[in-house]
Each structure stands twice: as structure tokens, then as C-alpha cells.
């Protein structure tokens, strides 16, 4: 083969593997969690909802975080946007235009920003937990033992095999220490996943009105599952979405209510039905008074019938 073919092939060979590596593959973005469909009529709601993204890009990066007892310090797992199917964007559209199409006067559209939007999985305490339990059976069963009965016992090996055991155990118990401060430093918190979205909202109504605020939404849930590591792991992954659609709806009924106080404070948009047709409040005449069936022109009742 010429060198020329060869300089070719690796040229070709090299410029694969850039390709590869610059592929952004489902793993590193992390796994993908479905949320509930939307649905399209209240998409269609009257209201229209624009949804743009203006997270920062800290909150933009997908990190693993650890599942193994040893690496416990780093159990925190943080999903984006992009973990999440059906889009947030989409959801959001969703809750804003179903609540927003019960006011009265309906706003005519609705401008939503994204700010903040991230999905924390703490695995620390129960890693460390397990991590506790390997430690103290190190510690524990840190005893001379020899591989068989014709393994030639000698003072030497009995001494370097007492001094290893103690060894080890004095590392185990530093390690115990290490993990029971670290675990006080996060007050043993729970496994846990918490949702946090924050929003810049503009409502825009008839007459060039308009109202600017911001939203906040926070929704958490704990691990109830007793047993294995793997056991709470995976109720963890469970919770992980039932977390995030308590999270949207809990925004969405903050915006409606922020949405009531905007017309609260400004009569002049009031209730369109109310405004056509105000409530009266003059003093109602009094009623009529009852004079029974004999009345003008009428033929009387036979006496039998008109008795009481």
C-alpha cells in the first residue's frame, strides 16, 4: 500500500472519530423521563402563550451524578429541559391558557419566560448509609485469617497479619467519621427530588394594559422505600415526574391568582358582563299583595272548592 493511500485512510479514520466525539449521545444528556401529554384543545385555548427559554447555561448542563456507596459526596443528580418529554415549554402553554381563559376579561396573550428550571435527585444520605454499613463490616471483620490448613503459620505472618487487621480497622473507623461529619453537614437529609421553575411573566390585555411579574414554583418529594440501596433508587426515579407536573401545576394556579389581583387593582378592565349590565342597587318594590282567585272578570270558585 502507497503512502499515499495510507495518509488518506488515517485522514479519513481521524476525521470519524471528531465526528463521533462530537456527537451529543442520549447518554450525555442524560435519561429522558415522560411527563403527561398535552393536549391540544387547551392549547387552544383563547389565550395566546408564547414560551421562551432564557436560562442561564449553568442551568443547562445535564450532571449524573454518583450511584456507588464509595463516591457518596457526589449522589446528586441534576436534570434540564431536555430530560423531559413532552417539552416544558409545551406543558407550561398548557396550565397558562386553560387558567387565563377563566378570567374575565380574557388577556389577549401571554409572554413567558423561563429563568430557572431544574430537577435536583439527591442520592447522598442513602449512598453514605451503605457506605456506612460496608465500613463498619471492614471494621468489624478485620481478623487474621490464613488461606488454608497447610498455609505454614509463622510468628512473622501472625504478626503481619494482626498489624494489616489493625490497619484496616483504624482506616475503617476514619472513614466512619468522615461519612457521619459529612452527613451532618447536610442535616442527613432524605433522599429527596425537587423541582424548582421560575418564570418572567407578561399578561397583556385589551387597550394596550399590561402587567410584568415573576413566578416561583418549588415541589419536593421523599423516598419511603425501606430496604436495599437499589430499592430507594428506584422509587427515586419514580417520583421524578409526578415531581415536575406538581411543580407546573403549582405555577400555573400562581399565575391565575396573580392574574386576579392584576384586575382586582384595575377596575377599569372590570368584568365585561358586569359591565353591561351593572347591578342595580335601588330598594326593590315591595310585592304585590296576594288576593287569591277572585279576581276581575274571573268566574268565583264553588263554595266546596274555595274552602280551606
Same mark, same amino acid.
Request: glycine share 4%; proline share 7%; charged share 25%.
Given at each position: 500500500?502507497?503512502?499515499?493511500?495510507?495518509?488518506?485512510?488515517?485522514?479519513?479514520?481521524?476525521?470519524?472519530?471528531?465526528?463521533?466525539?462530537?456527537?451529543?449521545?442520549?447518554?450525555?444528556?442524560?435519561?429522558?423521563?415522560?411527563?403527561?401529554?398535552?393536549?391540544?384543545?387547551?392549547?387552544?385555548?383563547?389565550?395566546?402563550?408564547?414560551?421562551?427559554?432564557?436560562?442561564?447555561?449553568?442551568?443547562?448542563?445535564?450532571?449524573?451524578?454518583?450511584?456507588?456507596?464509595?463516591?457518596?459526596?457526589?449522589?446528586?443528580?441534576?436534570?434540564?429541559?431536555?430530560?423531559?418529554?413532552?417539552?416544558?415549554?409545551?406543558?407550561?402553554?398548557?396550565?397558562? %391558557? &386553560?387558567?387565563?381563559? /377563566?378570567? *374575565?376579561?380574557?388577556?389577549?396573550?401571554? +409572554? !413567558?419566560?423561563?429563568?430557572?428550571?431544574?430537577? $435536583?435527585?439527591?442520592?447522598?444520605?442513602?449512598?453514605?448509609?451503605?457506605?456506612?454499613?460496608?465500613?463498619?463490616?471492614?471494621?468489624?471483620?478485620?481478623?487474621?485469617?490464613?488461606?488454608?490448613?497447610?498455609?505454614?503459620?509463622?510468628?512473622?505472618?501472625?504478626?503481619?497479619?494482626?498489624?494489616?487487621?489493625?490497619?484496616?480497622?483504624?482506616?475503617?473507623?476514619?472513614?466512619?467519621?468522615?461519612?457521619?461529619?459529612?452527613?451532618?453537614?447536610?442535616?442527613?437529609?432524605?433522599?429527596?427530588?425537587?423541582?424548582?421553575?421560575?418564570?418572567?411573566?407578561?399578561?397583556?390585555?385589551?387597550?394596550?394594559?399590561?402587567?410584568?411579574?415573576?413566578?416561583? %414554583? &418549588?415541589?419536593?418529594? /421523599?423516598? *419511603?422505600?425501606?430496604?436495599?440501596?437499589? +430499592? !430507594?433508587?428506584?422509587?427515586?426515579?419514580?417520583? $421524578?415526574?409526578?415531581?415536575?407536573?406538581?411543580?407546573?401545576?403549582?405555577?400555573?394556579?400562581?399565575?391565575?391568582?396573580?392574574?386576579?389581583?392584576?384586575?382586582?387593582?384595575?377596575?377599569?378592565?372590570?368584568?365585561?358582563?358586569?359591565?353591561?349590565?351593572?347591578?342595580?342597587?335601588?330598594?326593590?318594590?315591595?310585592?304585590?299583595?296576594?288576593?287569591?282567585?277572585?279576581?276581575?272578570?274571573?268566574?268565583?270558585?264553588?263554595?266546596?272548592?274555595?274552602?280551606?
Amino acid at each position: 500500500m502507497s503512502a499515499y493511500r495510507c495518509a488518506t485512510r488515517l485522514s479519513w479514520c481521524w476525521l470519524l472519530l471528531l465526528a463521533l466525539a462530537g456527537c451529543k449521545t442520549t447518554a450525555d444528556q442524560g435519561p429522558l423521563y415522560k411527563l403527561q401529554a398535552v393536549d391540544e384543545r387547551a392549547v387552544a385555548a383563547p389565550v395566546a402563550v408564547s414560551v421562551t427559554d432564557k436560562r442561564p447555561p449553568k442551568e443547562r448542563k445535564y450532571l449524573p451524578g454518583a450511584i456507588t456507596p464509595v463516591d457518596y459526596q457526589q449522589g446528586v443528580e441534576t436534570l434540564t429541559l431536555d430530560n423531559f418529554d413532552p417539552q416544558l415549554a409545551e406543558l407550561l402553554k398548557q396550565a397558562f %391558557a &386553560q387558567r387565563l381563559a /377563566t378570567l *374575565s376579561p380574557v388577556p389577549t396573550w401571554a +409572554d !413567558v419566560e423561563i429563568t430557572r428550571f431544574r430537577v $435536583v435527585v439527591d442520592r447522598r444520605d442513602i449512598l453514605a448509609e451503605a457506605y456506612v454499613q460496608q465500613l463498619s463490616a471492614e471494621k468489624s471483620g478485620s481478623v487474621v485469617t490464613f488461606e488454608d490448613d497447610t498455609t505454614e503459620v509463622t510468628a512473622g505472618s501472625i504478626v503481619g497479619g494482626i498489624t494489616s487487621a489493625l490497619v484496616a480497622a483504624v482506616i475503617a473507623g476514619n472513614k466512619l467519621g468522615e461519612v457521619e461529619n459529612h452527613r451532618a453537614s447536610w442535616n442527613h437529609a432524605e433522599p429527596s427530588v425537587t423541582c424548582e421553575i421560575a418564570l418572567h411573566v407578561q399578561l397583556h390585555w385589551a387597550d394596550d394594559y399590561r402587567e410584568e411579574f415573576d413566578l416561583e %414554583a &418549588q415541589s419536593h418529594s /421523599t423516598s *419511603s422505600a425501606y430496604g436495599s440501596v437499589e +430499592d !430507594v433508587l428506584s422509587e427515586l426515579k419514580w417520583n $421524578v415526574s409526578p415531581t415536575v407536573e406538581q411543580a407546573i401545576t403549582q405555577v400555573g394556579d400562581r399565575l391565575l391568582a396573580r392574574a386576579k389581583v392584576s384586575l382586582r387593582n384595575n377596575p377599569a378592565l372590570g368584568d365585561a358582563e358586569t359591565q353591561r349590565s351593572p347591578v342595580s342597587t335601588a330598594p326593590r318594590p315591595n310585592p304585590p299583595e296576594e288576593v287569591g282567585p277572585e279576581l276581575e272578570g274571573a268566574e268565583p270558585l264553588p263554595p266546596a272548592l274555595n274552602a280551606k
